[in-house]
C-alpha cells in the first residue's frame, strides 16, 4: 500500500490555500493504491492522523481498515484495491476547546482542498466511490457517473456500539455491489 505523494499533487505538498495549514503537523494526502477500485473520502485527519501523517492509524480509521478487510475476506475480495482520503488533508482543530479536539472542516476549507480531491478523484478512476460520514455524503459531489455508497462515521461506530452491524452491513452491500460492476 503506498503513502507516497503522487507527482500530479506535488503543487499542495506545501499547500495554504485555507487556514488549516496554520496548525497542521502533516498534511495527510491519503493512502492506497492509484488507480483503484474504491475511492474512499472520509471528513478529515483527526489528532493520531496530523501527527504520524497518516490516515490510518486513529481509532475510528483503524475500525474502517479492519471491518473493510473482514469483508473483502469474507467475500473472498482480497485483491480489491482501494484509496484512502479525505475532503481536507489538514487535521481541523477546536481552537476554543481545551482538549483541542477535532472538529468538522468548514465549507471554505472544503472548497480549498477540492482541487486536490478532483484531482485524486482522476488518478484513483475508481469503479465505485465509498463516502464516509455525512460531511463527505453531503459535499464531496464527486462520482456521479460511478457507483457511490455512503457509510457512517466509524467515528460514530466507535462512540456508539449499536451501530456497528448497520454499519458492516453497509460496508457489505457496497462490496457486493462492486462484484457486480466488476464481474467477479
Ligand atoms: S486542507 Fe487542503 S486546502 Fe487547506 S491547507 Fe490543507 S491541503 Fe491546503
Redesign the pocket.
Known amino acids: 500500500m503506498i503513502c507516497r505523494i503522487p507527482s500530479q499533487l506535488s503543487e499542495?505538498v506545501y499547500?495554504?490555500?485555507?487556514?488549516?495549514?496554520k496548525t497542521?503537523r502533516h498534511?495527510v494526502?491519503g493512502k492506497g493504491n492509484l488507480p483503484c477500485d474504491i475511492l474512499m473520502v472520509g471528513e478529515?485527519p483527526g489528532k493520531v492522523e496530523d501527527l504520524r501523517g497518516d490516515p490510518l492509524v486513529g481509532p475510528e480509521s483503524r475500525l474502517l481498515w479492519s471491518t473493510l478487510t473482514k469483508v473483502l475476506r469474507e467475500e473472498k475480495l482480497e485483491e480489491i484495491t482501494y484509496f484512502i482520503t479525505n475532503m481536507?488533508?489538514?487535521r481541523?482543530k477546536a481552537l476554543e476547546s481545551m482538549k483541542e479536539e477535532n472538529r468538522k472542516?468548514e465549507v471554505e476549507?472544503?472548497?480549498?482542498?477540492?482541487?486536490?480531491l478532483l484531482t485524486l478523484f482522476h488518478l484513483a478512476k475508481p469503479k465505485m466511490v465509498l463516502l464516509i460520514g455525512s460531511v463527505a455524503g453531503t459535499h464531496a459531489r464527486i462520482g456521479a457517473e460511478r457507483a457511490t455508497f455512503r457509510i457512517y462515521n466509524p467515528g460514530y461506530v466507535v462512540r456508539n456500539k449499536a451501530a456497528y452491524p448497520e454499519f458492516i452491513a453497509s460496508i457489505r452491500d457496497a462490496i457486493r455491489l462492486l462484484r457486480e460492476i466488476k464481474h467477479v
Open positions: 499542495f499547500c495554504e490555500r485555507c487556514d488549516l495549514y497542521r498534511i494526502f478529515a481536507v488533508c489538514c481541523p472542516p476549507e472544503m472548497s480549498g482542498c477540492r482541487k486536490r
